[in-house]
């Protein structure tokens, strides 16, 4: 319950959650245990792993509340997605020797999940015999570490112990949970077994029957999702995709993502985009990584009206594009002989970016060549005004060799000297 709490927070309320957080600290409230969960999640999925440990260590040493099982699971897992293996494994460490914990099958899962991620085999199978030696070497866990452990196996080239481990699932029907499932799909589709996960996964479908039973996941469709695009079987991808809600599951925004940017990186744009228009009839909001997949590959298309389109609308929906994809932005148009429209939107986002010396540098740069020489001229005026970006000599040196292609190289000392002296004006009075 709480995980899909979670999942919908991560879509969207970020901002919301964490202005809720500094409210909470400053008003002096005491947060329940769920509050700290959510906090610890939200801060790992905004990839500020440093802030969430600290926040974890002081509730450790501080909080009357006791930390859950719940607890460490979240900030495990986050650690992992943030490649933090080894803060992980303290963690792990921390909650073994608290009272009252004994050692959980799902941690485990995904410290050898971050450590198949990071192709250490090894490391994989020693947390899996050191997990079935606190255990009394029988686990317990409805199969939740067969797919890590599958991984590490195939790292290793040991192929037939990983598929000693699939037989467990297929062949014996052991009982296992919706996260275990997902996992040795992911180990069947990423090792060259594509046709024993689809096996599996029809067998899923036949299974699930929610409340009672729950055997497939999003995190299910999306494996099967990679799979068939790693097959170049995209029509089935897509059909696949689409059938998510069909079986009480629900796509989020890194689902269409993943989908979309497999399309994208295929030639299959138009293909993309009927996914990304599927968007908001499935009450899923895109986010800037959507629009910044859509804009490149228009870009890649030859069609950079559509791709300026896709960035306007980013900002338009309330989204804030990073500097990152702002550049692409200005640079595709440039290329493409478009520069009206690549000033318009330096206008637009200079205010809403943190832009820095290069950003800057490359406009001016595009407006000098274009003998634009008095909107050069326009953006050292509002630089002169704007204490963001230091005016300093190099980068006055670089406007001064642009001017000098025109002998004009004297306007920005007079732009220089008109601002210093309304400044000197202002203070007088």
């Known amino acids: 319950m709480l995980f899909s709490m979670l999942s919908s927070v991560s879509q969207s309320r970020y901002s919301d959650l964490l202005s809720l957080h500094r409210f909470i600290k400053k008003a002096g409230v005491i947060p329940n245990i769920i509050t700290h969960n959510l906090i610890f999640q939200t801060y790992l999925d905004c990839h500020k792993p440093d802030t969430a440990l600290e926040l974890f260590k002081q509730f450790i040493n501080n909080d009357p509340v006791n930390p859950s099982s719940t607890t460490f699971r979240i900030v495990v897992k ?78 290793k080239g040991m192929e037939n112990e990983a598929m000693e481990c699939y037989q467990k699932v297929f062949v014996e029907g052991k009982k296992m949970s919706d996260i275990a499932y997902s996992s040795v799909l992911d180990a069947l589709a990423k090792n060259g077994k594509f046709d024993e996960a689809l096996k599996l996964f029809h067998r899923m479908i036949k299974e699930h029957n929610p409340p009672a039973k729950l055997v497939v996941n999003l995190g299910c469709f999306n494996v099967m999702v990679d799979g068939y695009c790693a097959e170049g079987r995209f029509k089935e991808a897509i059909q696949v995709f689409r059938s998510i809600g069909e079986y009480r599951c629900r796509p989020d925004t890194l689902s269409f993502n993943n989908l979309i940017e497999q399309l994208c990186n295929n030639g299959m744009i138009l293909e993309a985009e009927e996914v990304y228009g599927e968007m908001e009839g499935k009450g899923v909001n895109p986010d800037e990584y959507t629009y910044g997949l859509l804009m490149d590959t228009c870009f890649k298309e030859n069609r950079p009206d559509d791709a300026a389109g896709y960035f306007r609308k980013m900002v338009e929906s309330g989204l804030r594009p990073n500097l990152a994809v702002y550049n692409r932005l200005v640079d595709g148009l440039v290329k493409v002989g478009k520069i009206d429209d690549a000033k318009a939107f330096f206008d637009l986002m200079v205010k809403k970016l943190k832009m820095d010396v290069a950003s800057y540098q490359f406009m001016m740069k595009v407006l000098s060549e274009a003998g634009r020489l008095d909107d050069v001229l326009q953006i050292v005026d509002m630089l002169l005004d704007d204490n963001g970006v230091d005016f300093d000599e190099e980068f006055q040196e670089f406007v001064k060799v642009e001017l000098r292609k025109e002998g004009r190289e004297e306007d920005l000392t007079k732009l220089m000297e008109e601002k210093e002296r309304l400044k000197a004006e202002a203070k007088a009075k």
Do not use: C, T, W
């Open 78 to 155: 986050g650690l992992i997605d943030n490649n933090k293996v080894d803060r992980a494994i303290d963690i792990k460490d921390q909650m073994e020797d608290a009272k009252g914990f004994a050692p959980d099958p799902l941690v485990y899962h995904y410290l050898m999940l971050g450590y198949a991620r990071n192709s250490d085999g090894d490391a994989v199978l020693r947390l899996y015999e050191e997990l079935e030696g606190k255990l009394g070497g029988v686990v317990e866990d409805h199969g939740v570490v067969l797919g890590s452990l599958m991984k590490g196996y195939f790292l």
